[in-house]
């Protein structure tokens, strides 16, 4: 049983920078295509971003990149995003999904999630 656990979440002004980490239990992180959602209030959950088995391949969605850098250890088996210059758009509860395939970007594309860690942008 894969089970994902992020933590990281809070409430930040607009322009801070914040880091959201996702510890993978049960399996190791180079198993699978590790991916970011968020999902703001009244919104669809969206794509952000996600990391390669090898880790050597990160794509993003447009709207978020240059401003979002997803890493991982896979000595901490975990993975992490950093969150550049916060904007108000960026509230959000952030979920980590674990799958298996290269490029997804579709949440049903992802097997395993997480329960998500909220983020909240004050202006």
């Known amino acids: 049983q894969v089970q994902l656990v992020e933590c990281g979440g809070g409430l930040v002004q607009a322009g801070d920078s914040l880091t959201l980490s996702c510890a993978v239990f049960?399996?190791?992180?180079?198993?699978?295509?590790m991916a970011w959602f968020r999902q703001a209030p009244g919104k669809e959950r969206g794509f952000v971003g996600a990391?390669?088995?090898?880790?050597?391949?990160?794509y993003y969605s447009d709207s978020v990149k240059g401003r979002f850098t997803i890493s991982r250890d896979t000595v901490k088996n975990t993975v992490y995003l950093q969150i550049y210059s916060l904007k108000s758009e960026d509230t959000a509860v952030y979920y980590c999904?674990?799958?298996?395939?290269?490029?997804?970007?579709?949440?049903?594309?992802?097997?395993?999630w997480g329960r998500g860690t909220q983020v909240t942008v004050s202006a």
């Open positions: 999904a674990a799958g298996y395939l290269t490029g997804a970007r579709e949440g049903s594309d992802y097997v395993y």
């Open positions: 049960g399996r190791t992180v180079s198993n699978y295509i």
């Open positions: 990391v390669s088995r090898s880790g050597d391949m990160k």
